[in-house]
């Protein structure tokens, strides 16, 4: 019997989008060499969580690169990256028919952004109340596919038996140069 469903994020339960994250960094920093710097680490930082499943943070990766980040530097950053963070238009239709069958909705995301900045955006798409537990890896040690993280994704939607749980996403591993969201 299945009691809940944990789906990941980026090219899930947002449709995918082709994009160049060096484009990213320099709305971020508009410096061409910093913000290649800043993709440099990104990638070296993506490379870690696919090989060894270490998560990492922006923060490691502007202190990486070496640039101290100021507030419009994020702010530049997640502005650029807003058009492709957009909710698939039928999420919220999926978790309502999920709930209606009492299986609770999760999701667990490699991520290096702040659970702050995702949880903006499920509340920008009106779906965060649909969302009964959520793991950001940015917050955790590991990133998928390493099993502590998809037991810290257990546990934030309080299921203790894995058996019953389908976990739904859109590939399992990423090149050096996309992020895996
Ligand atoms: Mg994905």
């Given at each position: 019997?299945?009691?809940?469903?944990?789906?990941?994020?980026?090219?899930?339960?947002?449709?995918w989008?082709t994009?160049?994250p060096?484009?990213?960094?320099l709305?971020?920093?508009g410096?061409?060499?910093?913000?290649?710097?800043?993709?440099?680490a990104?990638?070296?930082?993506?490379?870690?969580c696919?090989?060894?499943?270490?998560s990492?943070?922006?923060?490691?990766v502007?202190?990486?690169?070496?640039i101290?980040?100021?507030?419009?530097?994020?702010?530049?950053?997640?502005?650029?990256w807003?058009?492709?963070?957009?909710?698939?238009?039928?999420?919220?239709?999926?978790?309502?028919?999920?709930?209606e069958?009492?299986?609770?909705?999760?999701?667990?995301?490699?991520?290096?952004w702040?659970r702050s900045?995702?949880?903006?955006i499920?509340?920008?798409?009106?779906?965060?109340?649909l969302?009964?537990?959520?793991?950001?890896?940015?917050?955790?040690?590991?990133?998928?596919?390493?099993?502590?993280?998809?037991?810290?994704?257990?546990?934030?939607?309080?299921?203790?038996?894995?058996?019953g749980?389908v976990f739904?996403?859109?590939r399992c591993s990423?090149t050096?140069?996309?992020?895996?969201?």
């Amino acid at each position: 019997m299945i009691t809940s469903v944990i789906f990941d994020w980026g090219g899930t339960l947002t449709p995918w989008h082709t994009i160049e994250p060096l484009e990213a960094w320099l709305a971020a920093v508009g410096d061409p060499p910093a913000a290649a710097r800043l993709h440099e680490a990104e990638n070296a930082m993506w490379l870690r969580c696919r090989d060894e499943q270490r998560s990492a943070t922006l923060d490691e990766v502007f202190a990486q690169a070496g640039i101290a980040h100021t507030e419009q530097m994020l702010a530049a950053f997640h502005a650029w990256w807003e058009p492709h963070t957009m909710l698939d238009p039928d999420a919220i239709g999926l978790f309502t028919a999920l709930h209606e069958r009492g299986i609770k909705v999760g999701v667990l995301s490699n991520t290096i952004w702040p659970r702050s900045v995702h949880e903006q955006i499920f509340v920008r798409d009106e779906v965060a109340h649909l969302i009964d537990g959520a793991v950001y890896t940015s917050e955790i040690p590991w990133t998928k596919p390493h099993p502590e993280a998809f037991r810290s994704a257990l546990a934030a939607v309080e299921v203790d038996d894995p058996a019953g749980t389908v976990f739904v996403g859109d590939r399992c591993s990423t090149t050096s140069t996309v992020p895996l969201r």
